[in-house]
């Protein structure tokens, strides 16, 4: 079975500094990872994915995340937070068991402080 | 524009009423869902569908009915609606039913059950 926990709901940071959201997950079989970001009221909008390519991966608006099998995680990162970052980022685990499920952790509501 | 788009955005209705909300892709994917996303509980997938004709239920999909005739079109529908149905309401989709296909979502239907 699949599962993904996202440790902290609600993070916030001040403008410039660091954005860290954290993920782990729990897959019997090499997964694939996505992180999806959810601006107000608006649909998801998919930042970047790992799919056994290569363990860092490149998203847009900046973002990036480390597939680390040893740790079961797969943190998404900014080196400086911006105001238009503020949203709700969610994690989400797949396989290629049939139905392509997605498994989503519970979401982080992001705040950057000016 | 490559897009899913959900009808309505937005619906207040009571118990017992029946209603459909519609979803429609234009990218030629195979693979639609829906999911519910509720406070706390992150996404939970409700339905998908392989391809036209072939659904299969999710993890969450009592109270709820689906149907794929055309490869484009998906409804959810809720034949006796309560209030526990009162949520945020989201289609996807993708390319195939594969793992590492990213889904493409709607912008949402806001449901509330009184």
């Known amino acids: 079975a699949q599962s993904v926990t996202q440790l902290g709901s609600h993070v916030s940071v001040s403008e410039g500094a660091l954005v860290l959201l954290r993920c782990n997950y729990s897959s019997s079989v090499p997964p694939y990872l996505f992180w999806y970001v959810q601006y107000p009221n608006q649909g998801l909008q998919l930042l970047l994915k790992y799919t056994s390519a290569a363990t860092l991966v490149k998203g847009i608006n900046g973002f990036e995340a480390e597939f680390k099998k040893s740790e079961t995680s797969f943190h998404l990162t900014k080196p400086s937070a911006h105001m238009s970052d503020a949203a709700e980022y969610f994690c989400?685990?797949?396989?290629?068991?049939?139905?392509?499920?997605?498994?989503f952790g519970t979401g982080t509501s992001l705040t950057v402080i000016p | 524009e490559a897009q899913v788009t959900q009808n309505p955005r937005y619906l207040i209705t009571v118990t017992g009423k029946k209603l459909t909300v519609t979803c429609s892709q234009n990218m030629n994917h195979e693979y639609m869902s829906w999911y519910r996303q509720d406070p706390g509980l992150g996404l939970r997938q409700i339905y998908y569908s392989m391809n036209v004709e072939v659904t299969d239920k999710g993890d969450v999909p009592e109270g709820y009915k689906v149907s794929r005739k055309e490869k484009r079109n998906f409804p959810l529908i809720l034949e006796s609606p309560s209030p526990n149905q009162t949520s945020l309401y989201f289609c996807?989709?993708?390319?195939?039913?594969?793992?590492?296909?990213?889904?493409?979502f709607g912008p949402g239907t806001r449901l509330t059950v009184l």
């Open positions: 989400a685990v797949s396989d290629e068991s049939p139905g392509n499920q997605f498994y």
């Open positions: 996807a989709s993708s390319v195939r039913g594969k793992g590492y296909n990213e889904q493409f």
